[in-house]
């Protein structure tokens, strides 16, 4: 036994001695470098795939192991990513790790190390760290000549957002070189002098083309390469996905798949989308990217687990549906829809629907759609569908439609299906609305009715029925039928009552009647018209019942008062109704309505009970009157525009202002000031009544300038400020003038009569024949002694100028001859004045120039350049004389008259000369005027005058016998 | 020959040796058969009215390619274009070409041309581009039956594409895309290009065609006879 126990002690200490061995020789002598490193590249990817094995791993298990892996760039210093791998391994089995570098593996070479660790916690003793492995290169550089620049990423897929390194390497080109993305500058950094690295940073999907990048050389200008990026849009989640079936033979699986991530070039197709059902495995491709269909198999599979799963080269999406196939049943839409039975008011519909089954029970809607109205039925179907519509309108379309759904687990409501129909006509369902208006003096009688609507008509109104019957005295009933659309009938009737029944009738049959009775005797007292205020909803009235016991009550008004045909209206009201609102959309502001307001009798017979009229808006008055002005005097005159209507006015006229404007500051009493808005001050007159059409102004000045205006006015404005009319006021005296001057014309005239009568008398008494000069013994003294060539002015070279009749006395006649001073006395010299008249009767040349001497004038020609006489120097020669005046006769005349009354004039007259010029030698013989000429006129003599101005009245210097008489005269004398 | 006046034999010699020439005069033969020349002017008919299209085409589809392929002054290296056939030639060689030579060199680059122009149809994505390319290879196969038709009538044979040298448009691997987009402006460009010296080849061989003043006169004189 001790033995034994001997045995074992040294066999279990033989055993932990061995064991302590093999973990030394296992730390000195099995390193767990990673051995068979293999490093493969997967450019697209820019992935690296690793793979290596442990070769002297003891015992054939699996250990837990943590691997650590260095991945250096360009040279193996420069580490840039270190990691551990955890994975449990046997001994020589390869492991694999892959590793994605976001620089293209072609920009630069990538260096691999791996080291171990046993992390298995069995074998504590080798969770040592083993030595690195060597260095592995990975150098995938393009093959292609050192002259080219290259561009890498090649075509690279990415999704819309993603960061995305690329670089160039430019091998022995010199250049700079710039690289552009879409035509913008990119900017990056340099790896090494022949590469450069440039980050893009959530690049854009811009067209499915791709994104072109591109380098140039600078100094070339030339594109010398560049890469494709093609950015794919980013896989959406299908969204709404559903499924239903309709016949339960197929699912319908519908979803919205969102945005196409297909990329041109063959780079990525639109996504995929698989539908796969959990419950039986099955899985199926969907032909289309927004439904699929699956086909139900008869297993009585009744739930359902859908996976849809959608993906593309970058992405992959699923949505679930988990459903029972009897809660997703759409209804196919019912068919063969009808209408049986349809009469005025009622229709039964039938249907038939598809059958999903025994068991199923479908709830049908069945809607009805007329006259603006829609009403909802439910019903509940198994196979064919019925249901009774009733309370329909007579002679109305309607279009009735239903549609279904399972009644048991309502999903979705089947498609409509429907028809329309039309309801037959009935008789119309209301009497028609009658009114009349009756012309005033006469019989005649206007029915007015108004069309029924619609709902009452029941169908197109063919014609109107009018039956007249004689209260007062049985007749035979009297019918009228009128074609619709007629709205009104002329009757004309005696002076009877007559009750007036008035039907619509169309195709179905006539309406009740409305009865109107016409009495006899209308009573339409005289009833004052009371105004009212409109507004622009319409006019609120109210009237006082007169009668308790009424039928109801009338409101009647025109719509277009203005027009001829006036749009007659009408209001009917109950019997209890006092008030009401007239409104229509023909009312129009400033225009006048007028309403009357009738109350029927229980026996139908309307009175007039209250006349209103009124506006909606009253308007300012647009026009003023025309006024005519009367009775025009020195103080007063009046105005009158009686022809102003002021019911056809915008407004109710409610008076006038007269308006008067004149240089007195202060207004007249009963006016008062007023500014015009031209602020010109004026007196305002008043007058507050509309009817009052004449005004007169009194205490006005004569000889006075007034302005008038006439405007009416409203209860809240007034006319037009127009124009003012200006009226003078004449001279007080003429007036009396008139009553004084008048009696004594009329004497004159009387007088002159006289006068004529005694023609004879009167030219002895007052102008007897005129004494020839010819005859003179002052002429043939004068002819003695002077220039023979001399002659006596003829009568008709003379201009009549003026005939001055003076009556003198006889002896006074030698003093007129002397000073000027003994002629102007009046006491010895009576002048008077008559008009020039010729000496003979048969005298035919030019009219007789004789010149009364004016002593008037004599003093009033002192001015040579007023004068109207040609003035004449007596010394002037004729020649001289033509510069005064062109007219040769007026020359030889006052030539003439000069040499005339050389003999008449005294010394020491002035300068400014009358030159009497007597009458022509040529009318008459030269005995007879040469006779007369001696013989002085007993009661008068006449001379030619003809003023001689000043400046020319001097004496030439020389010694011409002519002059021998003549005498420088002083101021203010004159020749005779 | 010798001929004289009222030799009637030499008269009748010379009329007998002109008469026996007469269908080698190409104007001579147009009484019956109008030649080449309508179909050369309906060649070059159809070559300005494929230059009308093509400009509205290349504007379509190098706005697909994007920037820089349609930017105005873009002018890439012909890197991968070099299998396409070149339409600039020297203008001495040009003048010097036969109507043969000159025929069948533009057979060929159009047949080459079409066949490209088929690649491209084959990527282009939006459907519109599609159909407009679609058009255009019509109306191109139409230009080839054209040529063909002229060279018919000329009696010059088609020529024979050698076997394996159809052009194909299956980029290898290392024809990134980008360089493919170039290629594709370039076959454009060179597109562009033929249809411009082909309606120079076609006015060239249509007034080449024309009757000359000799050939008339000699028609006359022998009518005379």
């Known amino acids: 036994m001790a033995l034994f126990a001997v045995f074992q002690t040294t066999f279990l200490l033989t055993l932990l001695s061995l064991r302590t061995h093999q973990s030394e020789v296992l730390a000195e002598h099995l390193p767990l470098t990673p051995e068979a490193l293999k490093v493969s590249v997967n450019s697209a990817q820019q992935c690296l795939h690793l793979q290596w094995t442990v070769h002297n791993l003891p015992y054939n298990q699996e250990f837990k192991m943590i691997f650590q892996i260095q991945i250096s760039r360009t040279e193996t210093s420069n580490v840039i990513w270190m990691g551990n791998y955890s994975t449990t391994m046997k001994r020589n089995e390869t492991v694999h790790w892959s590793w994605e570098s976001e620089l293209p593996l072609e920009c630069a070479a990538h260096f691999v190390r791996i080291r171990s660790v046993v992390d298995d916690a069995r074998f504590p003793e080798w969770n040592f760290w083993s030595s690195w492995s060597s260095w592995q290169e990975v150098n995938v550089q393009d093959s292609t000549g050192q002259d080219t620049l290259f561009v890498f990423p090649k075509d690279k897929l990415v999704e819309e957002g993603s960061n995305i390194t690329i670089c160039y390497i430019s091998g022995n080109i010199q250049n700079d070189i710039s690289c552009y993305l879409e035509g913008e500058q990119i900017h990056g950094e340099q790896l090494d002098p022949h590469v450069s690295t440039f980050k893009l940073e959530n690049v854009p999907f811009i067209r499915k083309g791709g994104t072109n990048i591109y380098c140039e050389e600078k100094q070339r200008k030339a594109i010398s390469n560049g890469t494709v990026l093609f950015v794919s849009k980013v896989l959406e989640e299908p969204k709404d996905f559903s499924c239903e079936t309709r016949d339960f033979k197929t699912l319908i699986c519908t979803w919205d798949p969102g945005a196409n991530t297909a990329l041109d070039w063959s780079k990525q197709p639109s996504q995929s989308y698989t539908l796969f059902e959990s419950y039986s495995g099955k899985k199926k491709h969907c032909e289309e990217k927004n439904r699929c269909n699956w086909q139900i198999t008869q297993d009585s599979q009744e739930i359902y687990n859908f996976t849809l799963i959608t993906e593309n080269y970058l992405r992959k999406r699923s949505v679930n549906l988990l459903f029972n196939l009897t809660h997703r049943v759409h209804p196919m839409s019912p068919f063969s829809v009808q209408f049986e039975n349809i009469s005025a008011t009622s229709a039964v519909m039938t249907w038939k629907v598809h059958s999903l089954g025994d068991y199923f029970t479908l709830l049908c809607q069945v809607e009805l759609h007329g006259e603006g109205k829609m009403i909802q039925h439910n019903v509940s179907v198994k196979a064919n569908g019925k249901y009774l519509l009733n309370e329909l309108e007579p002679n109305t379309e309607y279009v009735a439609q239903v549609h279904c759904a399972d009644d048991n687990h309502f999903w979705k409501w089947s498609e409509w299906s429907g028809r329309d129909f039309t309801t037959p006509e009935a008789a119309p369902s209301e009497a028609p609305d009658v009114w009349r208006t009756m012309k005033s003096g006469s019989h005649n009688v206007t029915l007015f009715w108004k069309p029924l609507s619609k709902f009452h008509a029941n169908g197109k109104i063919l014609f109107y029925n009018v039956a007249v019957e004689n209260l007062d005295k049985p007749s035979r009933l009297e019918h009228r039928s009128i074609p619709a659309p007629a709205n009104s009938t002329e009757l004309t009737l005696d002076g009877c009552s007559y009750q007036i029944r008035v039907t619509a009738s169309n195709s179905a049959g006539a309406s009740p009647a409305a009865v109107i009775v016409v009495s006899a005797a209308p009573g339409n007292k005289e009833i004052e018209e009371e105004i009212i205020e409109g507004t622009e909803d319409g006019f609120s009235m109210s009237w006082k019942p007169q009668s308790g016991d009424v039928m109801g009550y009338v409101v009647e008004w025109c719509d277009r008062p203005q027009d001829p045909l006036c749009d007659f209206q009408w209001k009917k009201l109950g019997p209890n109704t006092t008030s009401t609102v007239i409104s229509s959309d023909a009312f129009r502001p400033g225009v006048q309505y007028n309403f009357r307001i009738y109350e029927l009798s229980t026996k139908r017979i309307a009175h007039l009970l209250e006349r209103k009229t009124g506006y909606t808006r009253e308007l300012a008055p647009s026009d003023n009157p025309h006024v005519v002005t009367n009775n025009l005097t020195s103080h007063s005159f009046t105005l009158s525009w009686k022809n102003y209507s002021t019911k056809s006015q915008p407004a109710f006229i409610r008076g006038y202002h007269v308006y008067l404007k004149s240089k007195e500051e202060q207004c007249q009493p009963g006016a008062e000031k007023a500014v015009l808005p031209d602020d010109t001050v004026c007196c305002q007159y008043k007058i507050d009544n509309p009817e009052q059409k004449t005004f007169t102004v009194e205490n006005l000045k004569p000889e006075s300038f007034y302005e008038f205006l006439v405007t009416p006015h409203t209860s809240f404005s007034e006319g037009p400020s127009g124009t003012f009319t200006k009226v003078r006021t004449p001279d007080e005296y003429p007036y009396m003038l008139v009553h004084v001057i008048v009696p004594v014309v009329i004497c004159v005239v009387l007088l002159v009569c006289g006068c004529l009568l005694k023609s004879q008398w009167m030219k002895d008494k007052c102008y007897p024949d005129i004494p020839d000069p010819y005859k003179s013994s002052v002429l043939s003294l004068i002819k003695s002694k002077e220039n023979p060539h001399r002659t006596i002015m003829s009568i008709s070279d003379c201009i009549p100028d003026a005939i001055e009749v003076v009556n003198k006395q006889e002896g006074s006649k030698i003093q007129s001859l002397g000073t000027r001073k003994s002629l102007t006395e009046p006491e010895l010299t009576k002048l008077s004045y008559l008009y020039l008249l010729p000496t003979e009767k048969n005298y035919s040349g030019p009219g007789p120039c004789i010149c009364f001497e004016n002593y008037t004038y004599n003093q009033a020609a002192s001015d040579c350049a007023s004068c109207g006489h040609a003035p004449v120097s007596p010394e002037a020669p004729p020649s001289q004389w033509g510069l005064l005046t062109s007219s040769e006769n007026l020359l030889k005349a006052l030539e003439k008259n000069y040499m005339n009354s050389l003999g008449e004039i005294p010394a020491g007259e002035t300068t400014l000369n009358y030159v009497s010029q007597l009458a022509s030698p040529m009318s008459g013989d030269k005995d007879s005027l040469s006779t007369n000429a001696l013989v002085p006129p007993p009661c008068s003599e006449y001379k030619m005058q003809m003023a001689v101005p000043l400046c020319l009245a001097s004496p030439p210097p020389t010694e011409n016998s002519d002059l021998s008489s003549i005498t420088l005269l002083g101021p203010s004398e004159h020749y005779r | ?225």
């Open chain 2, 1 to 225: 020959m010798d001929l004289r006046a009222g030799d009637s034999w030499g008269m009748l010699a010379c009329l007998c040796t002109v008469l026996w020439h007469l269908p080698a005069v190409p104007a001579l033969n147009r009484t019956g058969d109008p030649g080449p020349g309508p179909s050369i002017q309906k060649t070059y008919d159809l070559t300005r009215y494929l230059e009308h299209q093509l400009r509205s085409l290349a504007g379509t589809y190098l706005n697909y390619l994007g920037p820089p392929f349609n930017e105005p002054d873009f002018n890439p290296p012909r890197l991968g274009a070099d299998t396409l056939p070149r339409a600039t030639v020297n203008l001495e060689v040009w003048r010097s070409l036969n109507d043969k030579l000159r025929l069948t060199q533009n057979y060929e680059a159009y047949s080459h041309l079409l066949c490209y122009l088929r690649g491209l149809n084959r990527q282009a994505a939006t459907a519109e581009l599609r159909h407009s390319l679609a058009h255009f290879c019509t109306s191109l196969q139409g230009l080839l039956g054209s040529i063909a038709g002229v060279m018919a009538t000329l009696g010059y044979p088609l020529p024979q594409p050698l076997p394996g040298t159809e052009p194909t448009w299956t980029p290898g691997p290392a024809h990134s895309d980008f360089l493919q987009k170039m290629d594709d402006f370039w076959l454009l460009k060179e597109l562009q290009t033929w249809l411009w010296r082909s309606a120079k080849d076609f006015n060239r061989l249509k007034k080449k065609m024309q009757p000359p003043a000799a050939a008339v006169t000699l028609h006359l004189e022998a009518h005379g006879f």
